[in-house]
């Protein structure tokens, strides 16, 4: 089948990529000519392992193509899925412009049926707009389906080859079909499509999205209480993840989530209720917790160097939101980092993978190390922000040799307790007792 992605970022270009995969004939669809440039010579724009060689080998195969000319991709191609940004307003609603924009074009372009796929996150009720706007402007027949995609970052391209379910929300049978041919695939290896209408497949993602991000929250407060009553986190959480009616997952505490779903997805949420003058408390808790929970290790930072961090240097280890992506919207080394130098520290930051996107906002406000070691070059403390598995069993004697001073805030709880024990360290993690 020839499908047209519009919008190549995280989530277009991965869908796109998997879809050339499965053997449709895919054309990518950006407005930015540079970036397009840059695919068409093999440049993959975003870090996610084992995009590339997907990317790549679809790219030699033809079954790839990038392109700024929307008409020219619609001509060719059966379905247009929109994969386009909805950041937050200012008052947390998800901004539909892109979304709207771009069914508005596709108003004017129509000449035969087509089936226009919505994979952006998106409020509830938007499959409508997108069906009001393009009918404003066409006699041609088409359907607006709802497809939300449930991508984890770091793990994005196993998740889209083996997806846990595929959700599309569609009232028409013409565009069920279709849309079952497409996924046909993975059906054929017993993974389910689940049909319902356009409203409750648009609520399943945020729903989604917003209870991971609730229980992550959850298990960051029973954490902080751990501390209080002297409980080890740890052990909690595996008693909790052994009944199998919650799990394993998503009970590791830390430092807060971010990203560029949960954030965002909890807020879009909260304000699209209040639109129907509804409350969702238990989400407008979450948000607030975790906010503080970011840069909870700030004032323990604080309490170790008696208060005053003025010319303190502090190493972070990691950058991005989460490991094994290069994503730092909302993550919570910035909301340290800010808060550390207001207070006076001097920041060393290292993550290989992270560090481009970091310098764009902080630029020359702290330095980069080249190596996680000599990051820690005469500094005072090492908070560590994200999860990277090279940070998982590293040489503590060669750490005590670059450190001024050895002390260790682990916002990932990456160690365990017995690693850390007879190294000489000062020790705080989250939720588990404190090794002086």
């Known amino acids: ?158 998740d889209s080859m083996n997806p846990a379910r595929v959700i599309v929300g569609s009232e028409s049978e013409r565009a069920k079909e279709v849309m079952e041919k497409i996924y046909q695939p993975f059906t054929n290896i017993g993974i389910p499509i689940i049909f319902m209408d356009e409203k409750s497949s648009e609520l399943t993602k945020y729903a989604a999205n917003s209870f991971l991000a609730v229980k992550i929250t959850f298990m960051n407060e029973i954490a902080n209480y751990c501390e209080k009553v ?18 394993h997952r998503f009970l590791f505490p830390g430092i807060g989530y971010g990203g560029s779903c949960f954030p965002k997805d909890v807020k879009a949420l909260i304000r699209s209720g209040k639109q129907e003058n509804f409350d969702f408390k238990i989400l407008e808790a979450t948000e607030n917790v975790n906010q503080s929970q970011k840069t909870i290790l700030v004032e323990e930072i604080e309490k170790y160097f008696d208060g005053d961090l003025q010319g303190k240097k502090i190493t972070i280890w990691g950058l991005a939101f989460k490991a094994n992506t290069d994503d730092i919207r909302e993550a919570s080394s910035i909301d340290n980092i800010n808060l550390l130098l207001e207070k006076g520290a001097i920041i060393t930051a290292y993550d290989s993978i992270a560090e481009e996107n970091v310098r764009k906002i902080l630029g020359d406000k702290i330095s980069y190390g080249k190596e996680m070691y000599a990051a820690l070059e005469d500094a005072d403390c090492l908070l560590i922000a994200t999860e990277w598995s090279e940070f998982k069993n590293p040489n503590f004697e060669l750490m005590a040799k670059a450190m001024k001073n050895k002390a260790i805030f682990d916002g990932r709880n990456m160690f365990a307790l017995e690693q850390v024990e007879d190294t000489g360290f000062f020790y705080k993690s989250i939720g588990r007792k404190t090794l002086q």
């Open 1 to 158: 089948m020839n499908i047209t992605i519009v919008g190549t970022g995280y989530v277009g270009l991965v869908t796109g990529t998997t879809l050339a995969e499965l053997g449709n004939t895919v054309y990518c669809v950006d407005i930015d000519a540079k970036k397009v440039a840059l695919m068409k010579q093999g440049n993959v724009p975003i870090y996610e392992p084992g995009l590339e060689e997907m990317f790549l080998r679809n790219i030699q195969a033809q079954r790839l193509f990038f392109t700024t000319n929307l008409e020219e991709a619609l001509e060719k191609s059966e379905v247009i899925y929109l994969a386009l940004p909805t950041p937050p307003g200012e008052d947390g609603s998800a901004d539909l412009s892109y979304v709207l924009s771009v069914a508005n074009q596709i108003g004017d372009l129509l000449t035969e049926y087509k089936v226009i796929v919505n994979k952006s996150t998106v409020p509830v009720g938007t499959a409508d707009k997108v069906r009001e706007t393009i009918g404003e402007k066409t006699k041609v027949p088409f359907d607006v389906v709802s497809n939300p995609e449930f991508l984890r970052e770091g793990f994005a391209v196993e």
């Open 230 to 247: 002297g409980a080890d986190v740890d052990k909690v959480r595996l008693g909790m993840g052994s009944d199998d009616r919650i799990g």
